[in-house]
Structures are given as C-alpha cells and as structure tokens.
T-cell receptor, first 115, second 113 residues
Framework: DAMVIQNPRYQVTQFGKPVTLSCSQTLNHNVMYWYQQKSSQAPKLLFHYYDKDFNNEADTPDNFQSRRPNTSFCFLDIRSPGLGDAAMYLC??????????????FGPGTRLLVL | KNQVEQSPQSLIILEGKNCTLQCNYTVSPFSNLRWYKQDTGRGPVSLTIMTFSENTKSNGRYTATLDADTKQSSLHITASQLSDSASYICVVSAGNNFNKFYFGSGTKLNVKP
C-alpha cells in the first residue's frame, strides 16, 4: 500500500500561473518534507514541518510556500512559477526528526513542467 | 564548508558483477550517514542508515561501510542485477537537534545484461 502519495504525478502549468502540489501520508508521521530535484541533481530541501511547526530553508525562494492543514496532508504552493522551477518535487515523511536512525519515506514525486 | 562528494558520477557494469560506490564528506559535527537508491522518475528509497559508532551495515546485497575518522563511506553491491540500475545518493546529517543534512550528487549505476 502506498504510504506517501503525491498528486498529481505530472503537472503542467503556465509561466506565472500559481500551482499547488499535494502530498498525503498514511504513516501518521510527525515530520513532512518538500524537496526540489532538478535533472541529474540531488534533491534540495525546501522546507519541512515538524507537526505544525514550519521550518524554511534559508535559500528557499519566497515564491515557494507550504501548508499543512492536518497530520496527513501537506501542500506545496508555487505562487508564480518560472521556467527555472521546472523540476521533480518530492515529498517525504519521517516519524521524528532525523536525529538518529529514523527512516525517511519518499513519495513518487510530482514532475512539474512550466510552459 | 560542509560537503558530500560521491564518485564515480556514473558507472556501467555487467550483470552479476560487484561494484563499490564512494562517498567522502566534510560535514561536521557528524550525526549519521544514509544511502538511498533512486530509480528513474521515482522517489529515493532508504538502503542503510549508519551512526558514528557503526562501521558496517548490510541490507541484502547492499553493504555500506563507514570510516568516521577519514570521513569516508562506501556502498558495495554484490552480484548486481538489472534492477540495481538507479542513482545512489549519499546523505550526511549534521547537528544534534534537528539535523541539517547534506546530499551528494549521486552515482548513476547502469547494470547491463
């Protein structure tokens, strides 16, 4: 059974048109993460939620926002997508923060195309 | 500067052969090191997690080693299979509370029949 679900798997948007990517989890994990991964590059952490506590990475552009209305769902909002935002967006969860041997579970990703 | 370097960038091997992927890091203070397998178009899947005191950890045909003194790790794949074709990413965590983690750029492995 899928544990971290991302919808849609593929998303096409227009330059400057707001877009929302969705992530849900059935693991009841406290922590949810959003990563951006461009072709042939390692994933780059954008932000994470520890329960309702939002933690933004210092170099995440203001164009990227996130919402976590409940434990199961987390959304990535891109307010004005640019061509450079075309990438795979990965959602991940962990039971607690990755301080020790917590396993991080990734979703299959949403591939975003900006026209 | 905290960095994670992986080598080689890409590797082609024949099915059934063994291979070793390398990860060198300068992350400090060290918390843990993880190896992930990422199939094309999919999210990464955790293979191993090692803390400071662990030297070796196995997961089936995957064996990771860690030398915290030299800040090096390796991932050894035994008797490779076509399904091992993927990118392998090394991630090193730093800090005590919430870890800051640093990703390597990955090694792309292609196993040919």
């Amino acid at each position: 059974d899928a544990m971290v679900i991302q919808n849609p798997r593929y998303q096409v948007t227009q330059f400057g048109k707001p877009v929302t990517l969705s992530c849900s989890q059935t693991l009841n994990h406290n922590v949810m993460y959003w990563y951006q991964q461009k072709s042939s590059q390692a994933p780059k952490l954008l932000f994470h939620y520890y329960d309702k506590d939002f933690n933004n990475e210092a170099d995440t552009p203001d164009n990227f926002q996130s919402r976590r209305p409940n434990t199961s769902f987390c959304f990535l909002d891109i307010r004005s997508p640019g061509l450079g935002d075309a990438a795979m967006y990965l959602c991940a969860t962990s039971r607690d923060r990755l301080a020790g041997v917590e396993t991080q579970y990734f979703g299959p990703g949403t591939r975003l195309l900006v026209l | 500067k905290n960095q994670v370097e992986q080598s080689p960038q890409s590797l082609i091997i024949l099915e059934g052969k063994n291979c070793t992927l390398q990860c060198n890091y300068t992350v400090s203070p060290f918390s843990n090191l993880r190896w992930y397998k990422q199939d094309t178009g999919r999210g990464p899947v955790s293979l191993t997690i090692m803390t400071f005191s662990e030297n070796t950890k196995s997961n089936g045909r995957y064996t990771a080693t860690l030398d915290a003194d030299t800040k090096q790790s390796s991932l050894h794949i035994t008797a490779s299979q076509l399904s091992d074709s993927a990118s392998y990413i090394c991630v090193v965590s730093a800090g005590n509370n919430f870890n800051k983690f640093y990703f390597g750029s990955g090694t792309k492995l292609n196993v040919k029949p």
